[in-house]
């Protein structure tokens, strides 16, 4: 330190020009082996055959960090051209806004081509495994299947919108969203994506889904007493998904996709479904007795470095639109009789289940379904897998779900206080008390021990798994930093750590 401009305590010795080279000599020896491993595992990682295909690495951008945290107008350009030019949310932090950035670049369709030798190869690759049975998907030649998208939208975060965007760009005809004035208790909330307000312009006006994918909002009220409570009052804004389809042009050539807006089909098994030789999807063939097939996702919980490897989600749900309600023959139309309730799901004798001993035998077609049949098990319904060669079973899975993807702990405690099964007292619980999946995610955030949860994450970081990954966490620095992001706003969460799911003596 020094005192009155005087150095003192211990000298520094200064090296001379030979030791400084000799030093830096030792330096290099040392660090080369270290580099060179990183860049043989870097490369090997890029290049794993289920992760993206090269050819939208010089489409997509994958440089991460462009875009810096706060409000104001941003001019995004690659190569001298620019490919964004408007504003983004000041309050989805900067993993967000560059991964926002990233979706909304101007850019072509990367596989937009058909090209009759990859077709066959992806074809080759997806199988149903029923009765013991493995029954490969075939190419045969055709020209893509339309597909059209619908999901409710509210509070869901631009980190999974964005992903989805990238995954799905320019595959969709239409994408229909639901926006409700109230949660699925009845708790009213304000309208997010209302025309004039910049999540409307990105989610709608920017062409985040691809240069000729049309995208809608509509919004939801029902004020009245909703007759079989919440999961009514979301089965009944499904069901608007279903008159959006038919209104942006959808026949029953076309494909349904019901989602959620934190759930996506992959974008190999998206091509998949246009192009190969599926039974489900065969306008002529299908006669709706077990029309629906159920995506195996891979479940992301609250992070890109969190993924489950001990269960997958079976959604997002696909269905011919012969067998939809509203786009297929009203004829095969059940009634409200024949439903639990009006919008609700049909009854069990009408159902695969059962084998629709309610329905008539004369008719040719079995019923169609609605949107509460769309996304429960109420009729028939196949899984079809992806193969790969690191499953026991090679049961690969073929979409991704990003649950509790959020940007504060204050909107996922809105959640589970307000929305599907709702937990009393959520306010004032830890986020890890709340419910096992968030305890999960606590624990795999923080780096704590997983051995008491109820599901296991990947032991390694996301870019050594073998399997496919979404598109979004193969841009370059992306899944990490939100993962140490993600760290951060739970180490700031005032309610703290200390209490967890199972600290609670109630429960398993």
Sequence with gaps: MRSGGTLVGRTRRRFSFNEKILGLAILLITAVPFILHQHIVRNEVHHHPYHLPPQTSTVVSRNFGSAKSGGGHVRYSINGEYTY?????????????????????????????????????????????????????????????RIFMGSLIADDSWHTLAAIALETYGIYTAVAFVESNRTQTGVPRKSRFVKGTLDHKLLVESNLFGPETEVVVEHFSHEEKVEGLGIIREHMQRDRILKLWKKAGMTPDDVGILTDADETVSRDFLRAVQSCDLPQFDAVTENCDTPKVAVASMVFEGSPECMTVTRKWMHPDIILGKCIEGIGDDSFKLADDERHRPFAWR???????????????????????????????????????????????????????????????????????????????????????????????????LNRNVSSNKHKTLTTRLEEFEGRIPIAYTIDGYSLARHKEMGKILLEDELGHDQSWHDIPSRP
């Design 85 to 145: 030019d408007g504003d983004l949310p000041s309050d989805i932090g900067d993993t967000g806004r560059t991964l926002l950035l990233t979706a909304l670049q101007k850019r072509p369709i990367w596989d937009k081509e058909l090209v009759p030798n990859l077709e066959k190869e992806r074809c080759d690759r997806y199988f149903v495994y029923e009765n013991y049975i493995r029954n490969t998907t075939t190419y045969k030649g055709r020209k893509r299947r």
């Design 347 to 445: 009854k069990p004798k009408f159902t695969k289940k059962e084998n629709y001993t309610g329905w008539s035998k004369d008719k040719t077609t079995y019923p169609l379904w609605n949107a509460a049949d769309f996304r429960r098990d109420q009729g028939g319904m196949k899984f079809i897998f992806e193969d790969v060669s690191y499953l026991r079973f090679r049961m690969g899975h073929t979409g991704f779900h990003f649950h509790n993807f959020f940007d504060t702990t204050q909107q996922l405690r809105n959640k589970y206080r307000t929305y599907g099964h709702p937990v009393p007292g959520a306010d004032n619980m830890t986020i890890s008390e709340i419910h096992p999946d968030l305890d999960l995610f606590v624990d795999c955030v």
